[in-house]
């Protein structure tokens, strides 16, 4: 007997696009059927008639309770949402997962930054959740001596124990000339690779050239250009096609996999296509974010709002981090969220202190529906490819998360293509301002359902913060993608 149907629907399976009834026993989905196959007596019916039926998002790429490196942002006493609110908007914008950051600290285990990380989520989400560990300042100048050794690299298996898988980030720049210092120099990054493809992991990497990155930000401070409108100059094109290509040749020497995140440029595109066509296991995000605006933006009064590192970039990149999304050169949406007041956002006035971060976890699947599939002709299975599925399978969730599948969790989103209206900042959840205020949005979900639980219906929170869980037991590897 099943406890819940979901009936009528424009299914998207990881083997086609159809119509038909998927059937949920507890936390799983067990069946997915010929419509009027599976028996509905007693059976909790939700209609999904004229409506897409997809795997919950995946966010690859957010951030809880950021603390603000700006004095200036610490002094107001701003604070940027907790897991509570960012699971919430996450929910009603159809993603059941998101993949946070757990920060080592000099003298401490790995998995103790993962433990305390989950003591801030645990029973303080809405949604499933997981980390990747972060690795900051090893081997740059001030390191302690424990971030300038080889490493406590060792420590990196143990991540698996606890999560079920490895995703370990590093910079590879402090990003500004002022920021405290958060980059791994390339011996170092070279030397992690080593072990996370030892581990079977992958490598998250905020990938811009540090020299590049430094020199332009004098070069600006020098002619007294260090608005925010400068922040494309200071993060500029060049920087992203010079160190994704770095690190993607320490990749090739050590075989480890790596995700970069958040490409922003064509150049950063056309380096990811060139490793895959190698055969090497080299993954790419783009933020919504990113493929909507140009960097035009920052000239408005409002620029500080649309802001997040590296920089925006020109029209054509935004065209081009599209239709890498839809031709599969691109492989994920993430937002880089941190969900903070409009005042924070536009606090920010220079190249050294505009706050980065975007709250746009509520928009991710709602603009990629509009912006891809409705305007771009992007498939429905590419949208949850890069909605869900793709995320799953690089950090080794697949097929627990990102299908409609037997066997998978129910994390299922309904999703209403008829609900075209236009966005409203006031109606989205933990936060005041959304850089798409005013857009035409062609789709909305109407129901989202976690691990069999409904958790929002018709705008309504039905969901407790006890109901995320951290992902412990992943199923797969990020082989499955492999080949894509
Ligand atoms: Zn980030």
Redesign the pocket.
């Known amino acids: 007997m099943l406890d819940l149907l979901v009936r009528g629907g424009r299914v998207v399976t990881p083997s086609g696009v159809g119509r038909w009834d998927v059937g949920v026993k507890g936390e799983r989905i067990v069946a997915v059927a010929e419509p009027g196959m599976l028996p509905s007596d007693g059976v909790r019916v939700i209609d999904a008639s004229e409506k897409i039926v997809i795997p919950g998002g995946v966010e690859p790429?957010a951030?809880a309770a950021f603390r603000f490196v700006y004095p200036w942002a610490q002094q107001a006493g701003h604070r940027s949402a907790g897991p509570d609110e960012m699971s919430k908007a996450c929910a009603f914008g159809g993603t059941t997962t998101l993949v946070d950051?757990a920060n080592w600290r000099p003298g401490t285990q790995l998995i103790e930054a993962i433990d305390d990380r989950d003591k801030l989520f645990r029973r303080n989400s809405y949604i499933d959740y997981s980390f990747h560990t972060v690795l900051v300042g090893m081997g740059t100048e001030g390191a302690t001596a424990e971030q300038a050794v080889p490493l406590p690299l060792s420590l990196i298996p143990q991540v698996k124990e606890v999560i079920g898988f490895t995703s370990v980030k590093v910079w590879t720049t402090n990003t500004t000339a002022t920021r405290a210092r958060q980059m791994t120099d390339f011996g170092h990054v070279y030397g992690i690779m080593h072990e996370v493809a030892a581990a079977g992991g992958v490598l998250a990497v905020?990938a811009e050239d540090e020299d590049i990155v430094m020199y332009m930000s004098r070069v600006l401070h020098a002619q007294g250009q260090t608005d925010t409108k400068y922040l494309p100059d200071a993060h500029p094109a060049i920087s992203e096609d010079i160190s994704f290509r770095r690190v993607i040749r320490l990749a090739e020497w050590t075989g480890a996999a790596i995700y970069l995140?958040?490409v922003s440029a064509k150049e950063g595109i056309n380096a990811v296509a060139e490793a895959r066509s190698r055969g090497q296991a080299v993954y790419a995000e783009t933020l919504h974010h990113y493929a909507t605006f140009p960097r035009s933006v920052y000239n408005t009064p409002e620029g500080p709002l649309y802001h997040t590192y590296p920089s925006l970039k020109d029209r054509d990149d935004n065209e081009a981090l599209w239709q890498g999304l839809v031709d599969g050169r691109i492989d994920t949406v993430a937002t880089?969220a941190i969900l903070c007041s409009r005042a924070l956002k536009l606090g920010g006035h220079s190249i050294e202190d505009t706050v980065?971060?975007n709250p746009a976890v509520e928009e991710r699947l709602p603009i990629t529906y509009t912006e891809g599939v409705v305007k771009r002709g992007m498939s429905l299975q590419r949208f949850v490819d890069v909605t869900s599925a793709n995320a799953a399978k690089i950090l080794g969730m697949y097929p627990r998360k990102g299908a409609i599948a037997p066997g998978s969790d129910a994390d299922i989103v309904v999703l209403d293509p008829s609900a075209t209206r236009r966005l409203k900042a006031s109606e989205l959840h933990g936060v005041d301002h959304s850089v798409w205020d005013g857009w035409d949005i062609h789709a909305w979900p109407s129901t989202t359902i976690l691990r069999g639980k409904v958790i929002v219906e018709d705008g309504a929170l039905l969901g407790d913060l006890a109901d995320g869980k951290l992902i412990g037991d992943r199923c797969t590897s990020r082989e499955v993608l492999r080949g894509h």
Do not use: N, R, S
Request: net charge negative; no cysteine; hydrophobic share 20%.
């Open positions: 790429h951030h950051f905020h995140m958040h880089d980065g971060g």
